[in-house]
């Protein structure tokens, strides 16, 4: 599939007017507790959705290479526990290279076209960006594993570094993206400067900043946090008490933002997806349920741009930590009882 670009000199000005109308009409939808439009429209029926893929890629297998890759739905690993739902920074699943000689040339064209279909064809360019700048390229680090069977329950994984995608066809009950995910950038090596220069995943954070400069003293006061969570805590808090400021306590406008950079953090991912997250984020009362952190510690350069921060709601998790550079741990369900093996 070809990157599309997108260029504002040479898109028509209706086109860039539409583009903000849109975007605008789905942070109010996401305010008022309603599915934006932008997250409406599902994919998964396609013949040539990842799930058809996927299940056309698990029929090709041979006897030998389903004993490396495949694994029953709840298989559990000795070290690793519950194998399909952990997710990880820096991991494989399984050790053959998704372009290496154990799959066939048409097989390591399906598993493209997968990868390709989780992520939204405007946000390819920036993806693969991120894979050449963290692994070399594509194929370099990446690996896949099947979970189930096609026709029952069923599930694509990918892993590598700075990144656990899924494909599921919503055989995982409860839970957006499949399960946990994760997606991060190391643009100019592990240790990264202020404003992260070329990281295709900082304008998320930038959005987030906007908001903090909305608050006013006293709310600014209760956004800030003093101490960072451990790097991969993404599972959800049973008491309920989530740190920042409640999003029911900010104006109408500073929510409008808030809603903003919701759309931000989906956008990189096919409508189906999106839809589900959205439908997850609804089935716990909204944004409104949800606090915003921001977190003072590890702030790059002392400038006050907090590189870390957290949306967090009952059953919903979007962790950006920016330091050294970017990891996001994300995980979202429809139910606080959704347990997460990380």
């Known amino acids: 599939m070809t990157p599309i670009r997108i260029c504002r000199d040479c898109d028509s000005p209706a086109d860039v007017s539409r583009r903000e109308f849109l975007r605008t009409a789905g942070a109010a939808a996401l305010v008022a507790g309603t599915t934006p439009l932008w997250a409406q429209a599902a994919d998964t ?41 952990r997710v990880a920074n820096n991991w494989n699943i399984t050790e053959p290279n998704v372009t290496g000689e154990f799959y066939s040339k048409d097989q390591q064209a399906m598993i493209r076209q997968i990868f390709e279909g989780i992520i939204h064809p405007e946000w390819h360019e920036r ?73 295709v995943f900082w304008p998320q954070a930038v959005a987030a900043n906007k908001v903090f400069e909305m608050l006013d003293g006293k709310q600014r006061e209760k956004a800030l946090v003093a101490k960072l969570p451990r790097e991969q805590a993404s599972g959800f808090r049973a008491d309920g008490m989530f740190p920042g400021i409640p999003l029911s306590e900010m104006t109408s406008d500073q929510r409008m933002l808030v809603a903003e950079v919701m759309t931000k953090l989906v956008e990189p991912y096919r409508p189906s997806d999106r ?68």
């Open 127 to 199: 993806i693969y960006k991120q894979l050449e700048d963290d692994a070399g390229g594509y194929g370099n680090e990446q690996s896949i594993a099947l979970f189930g069977k096609p026709g029952e329950k069923f599930e694509f994984v990918m892993t590598g570094r700075h990144m656990t995608i899924r494909a599921d066809g919503n055989s995982a009950e409860h839970v957006a993206f499949g399960g946990p995910i994760f997606y991060g950038h190391a643009a100019q090596g592990f240790n990264e400067e202020p404003n992260h220069p070329g990281n």
């Open 275 to 342: 839809q589900e997250a959205m439908k997850c984020l609804e089935s716990q009362g909204g944004l409104e349920k949800c606090s915003l952190a921001f977190y003072s510690d590890q702030d790059l350069g002392n400038d006050k741009i907090w590189d870390c921060w957290r949306l967090e709601g009952p059953s919903f998790v979007w962790y950006f930590r920016g330091s050294p550079h970017v990891h996001v741990w994300v995980n979202v369900a429809d139910d606080p009882s959704v347990k997460l093996n990380a």
């Open 45 to 85: 029926s396609s013949a040539g959705s990842p799930e058809s893929i996927s299940q056309t890629l698990y029929e090709s297998l041979k006897p030998e290479q389903r004993k490396v890759i495949c694994f029953d739905w709840d298989h559990m690993d000795k070290e690793r526990g519950l194998l399909r739902t």
